[in-house]
T-cell receptor, first 113, second 115 residues
């Protein structure tokens, strides 16, 4: 199993550009989520999904969109990038609703200029 | 004041030493506590998961919760260079269900074990 994979590993954007961060898992997990990790802030939940076709907002959803058309994939879209979205983004998946069972991907480092 | 406080370090100790990593918290409702290990340029991985007060041991790792002091600790015995990583604490007031309860993370302590 590849586990949770994320692409790209690193991306530089200009303010106002849009992009999609890709996340895929091959463990047939129902639950998937996106976090951002910022210095001095800890991990914060952006959006999550409890199954294909079902998504909901986390703690910091503004500026991000998600969709879940398949069990395997959970892309995160930045509609109009802002410098405040410079962060490391982690995707995670889990086999239960308990967040303690999550497997995290390796992360995408995003720099918005 | 943040709900969860964690000394960012860095903390450097010689190989074989006992390491103590700590978090304090302000929300007395927290009763589920986790420790994650995060290697450089990698995602976090769950190390320990405890409920309420007391100790839990897993190999060289011991998690300790003192709810009266709102203080949790992770001890690493016989530390190895492979333990060099950032350690994150996380906690929640109830069984962490995405829809009902959020997991609150500390900012992490960077640990280096010197051979």
């Amino acid at each position: 199993n590849a586990g949770v994979t994320q692409t790209p590993k690193f991306q530089v954007l200009k303010t106002g550009q849009s992009m999609t961060l890709q996340c895929a898992q091959d463990m047939n997990h129902e639950y998937m989520s996106w976090y951002r990790q910022d210095p001095g802030m800890g991990l914060r939940l952006i959006h999550y999904s409890v199954g294909a076709g079902i998504t909901d907002q986390g703690e910091v959803p503004n500026g991000y969109n998600v969709s879940r058309s398949t069990t395997e994939d959970f892309p995160l879209r930045l509609l109009s990038a802002a410098p405040s979205q410079t962060s490391v983004y982690f995707c995670a998946s889990s086999y239960s609703a308990g967040q303690e069972t999550q497997y995290f991907g390796p992360g995408t480092r995003l720099l918005v200029l | 004041q943040k709900e969860v406080e964690q000394d960012p370090g860095p903390l450097s100790v010689p190989e074989g030493a006992i390491v103590s990593l700590n978090c304090t918290y302000s929300n007395s409702a927290f009763q589920y506590f986790m420790w994650y290990r995060q290697y450089s340029r990698k995602g976090p991985e769950l190390l320990m998961y405890t409920y309420s007060s007391g100790n839990k041991e897993d190999g060289r790792f011991t998690a300790q919760v003192d709810k009266s002091s709102k203080y949790i600790s992770l001890f690493i015995r016989d530390s190895q260079p492979s333990d060099s990583a950032t350690y994150l604490c996380a906690m929640s007031a109830s069984i962490v269900d995405f829809g009902n309860e959020k997991l609150t993370f500390g900012t992490g302590t960077r640990l280096t074990i010197i051979p």
